[in-house]
Every structure is written in C-alpha cells, then in structure tokens.
C-alpha cells in the first residue's frame, strides 16, 4: 500500500524526534549532529531557491532581499555562521554566496534538489549511492564553478535526517555514503520555525505554532551551550512578520549573560575551513620553493566524486607534493597545476584519471 502525504504534510514529518548524538572534538566524519558540547551557540542557516507550495507562494516573499539584509544584520553583530546551500542555490545566487564567504561565514551542503523523500517516487527517483553523492557533492562544485572556493564537509540533508526514516534503511545508507566521502551530517537541537508564517499556520492546525522573534529567542535561551539552531537565510514570511533577523541583537545581548557565545560548526569541532587553510597553504608555500625538486615523479592520490585521481607531477619538491589538496583540483575536465606557464595532460582511464603536470 503507498501512503500519500500532502505538500505541506511533508514539511512537517522533519520535525520527528531522534535520539541526539553529542559528540565534540574532531569532525566525527559519517555522524549525525544535533549538539556540540561548549559553551557555544550554533546559528545554522538552510537556503534553496524558492519553490510555490501550499504554505508559500515565492511571489509573496521577499526572500532575496531577506538574504542580504540577514547578511547585514550578522556583519554587524560580529557572528559567523554555517550555512547550508542547495548547489542550486549557489549558481542562482553567486553574489550572496560570494558576500557570505567574504564574511567568514563557512557553507556546507545542503544537496542540490531539495526533494523530500515523499516526492521520490512521484519524480522516478532511486535513493542510491550514485544518486546521494551527486546532490552531495553539488554545492562543492556550485561553488568552484561560480569561483568561490569549496565547501566544508558538513551536509544536512533537507528536511532534516529524520524525514528519511519514511525510506526503509535511508538514513542508515546515507550516514555510510556520506562516511565515505569525508562529510558529516549537522541536525539541529532547536527549530526557529521561522518558515511557518501566519498565513501558513491558517492552512491547519498540523503544523506547529507561529512564533514571534522573542519566541524563537526563547526557545534557542532555554536550550544553552551546545544548541544547533535551524533557520532560513531566505525569508519564509511577509516583513510585517518578525523573522530571524529581528531576533539576532536581543539574543546576543542574553548569550552573553550566560557567558555563551554564537560560532560556526567548525568551530565547535576543531576543523579548520578550506578558506582558511588556502591562507596557511599561501604562506608555507614560500618556504617550499627553497627545496630542490626532486628528480623522480612524485605521485598523489585524491578521492574526487567516484573516481581515483591519480595525479604525477614532475620537477616538484616532495613536499609541493604532500601539500597538494583538491583545491588544486577545479572540475574533471581540469587539472590546475601550481607552477606559472605548468601545461598538465589528462587521461581518463575508467575509474582512474590521471594528471602529468610537466614543466
């Protein structure tokens, strides 16, 4: 027997309680966070272009302009943040993404569809390791391709992990995929609900309660140090509704009280982002340039998408070579070698691709 769910029922079954997972430390890769033991709040931010539903009709929001005027209001509190963008959130919107970087704000993935497990079959969808890591990996290669860097190895699925225990086994596969490839799941322990406007809260009494900006800020006080807080960088409601952006001042001025501050998911776990490891690399380099290349090839290997990058650099010191990360690596088709007038040859062999960089 199938099970139809209406659209806005969907949004709804995210909201199912799973046991949390607290863990702190290095990045657990493959784990499913909902806390970071500290004394630390993490604000988190979700953003897909929007798309009309029963609850919301895009043309009835403002959303873009939500964005950078959330933007605003973090540069001026001084709050770094994670974000989770759709990989086609970021190729619709590069200059956002670009002014969110530039901020110190690190994104992570928020897949590319944003289709909820419900909608699977509808749309011929076939919830497989080949299917997972293309919207994983999406925002990864948005964000190379519109020139703004990479993504950290943080995901959330959408809608949240819980909605995927309606697949037999789904969430279990995805945790294991996700493992492979180095990425770690971030849940949330409160929901700011800040999608749910008045006009959507009057389709039926299912959904959870409008908020007010001071209920949202009470909801993320009463949960304290270790809060991962769930909210939208693109506006859910009208601006005659409070949302997000209203409630950011006062809650600092409380955190503060309480000797909390706000921080960014690696912050919380200890990992450095690749923007800020691309400064550290920048300034070792120098250093490197002093050795003498060596005469042999040296050789890398990388993990990239479902392939073994096999990468033969010649006349490089050993360790340009061991200091060689996928930054060094755009798209499939390109290899970008690290010395000025480098020409590179590509050949695909299968499974295997392998890059000679040859001065």
């Not at 225990?165 to 949330?188: F, K, M």
Request: charged share 25%; hydrophobic share 40%; with cysteine.
């Amino acid at each position: 027997m199938i099970v139809r769910f209406s659209k806005p029922l969907r949004r709804v079954i995210a909201l199912i309680a799973i046991p949390a997972l607290s863990l702190s430390g290095a990045a657990p890769i493959g784990a499913n966070l909902h806390r970071i033991p500290g004394s630390a709040v993490f604000l988190t931010f979700d953003a897909h272009p929007c798309k009309d539903t029963m609850l919301h009709k895009c043309e009835d929001l403002p959303a873009i302009d939500g964005a950078w005027k959330l933007l605003d209001t973090l540069r001026a509190n001084g709050i770094r943040s994670t974000f989770f963008f759709t990989g086609q959130f970021i190729e619709k919107y590069p200059d956002i993404v670009r002014r969110a970087l530039q901020d110190g704000h690190e994104i992570g993935s928020h897949l590319n569809s944003h289709t909820h497990p419900l909608e699977f079959q509808e749309k011929h969808i076939t919830l497989n390791k080949t299917w997972f890591m293309n919207e994983l990996l999406s925002a990864d290669r948005a964000l190379v391709k519109t020139g703004n860097g990479h993504a950290v190895k943080f995901f959330r699925m959408p809608y949240g992990l819980a909605s995927y225990s309606v697949l037999p086994g789904a969430r279990r596969n995805i945790l294991q995929w996700a493992q492979e490839a180095g990425y770690t799941h971030v849940d949330w322990s409160v929901d700011t609900l800040d999608w749910i406007s008045r006009d959507a809260r009057s389709h039926g009494s299912f959904l959870p309660p409008y908020l007010t900006s001071r209920q949202m800020e009470e909801r993320v006080i009463a949960d304290r140090g270790g809060a991962i807080v769930l909210s939208h960088l693109t506006r859910y409601r009208p601006f005659g509704e409070p949302s997000v952006n209203e409630m950011i001042p006062d809650l600092l001025v409380r955190l503060k009280k309480q000797n909390l501050r706000t921080a960014r998911i690696s912050d919380g776990l200890g990992v450095v982002p690749p923007a800020e490891l691309a400064v550290v690399k920048e300034e070792s380099v120098r250093e490197v340039q002093k050795e003498t290349p060596v005469a042999a090839v040296n050789k890398c290997n990388y993990s990239w998408d479902f392939k073994r990058v096999h990468i033969c650099i010649t006349g490089m010191t050993e360790s340009d070579c061991a200091g060689l990360e996928e930054s060094f690596l755009s798209r499939e088709e390109e290899c970008i070698c690290t010395k000025p007038g480098v020409k590179y040859n590509l050949q695909n062999l299968g499974e295997l691709v392998q890059i000679s960089c040859k001065l």
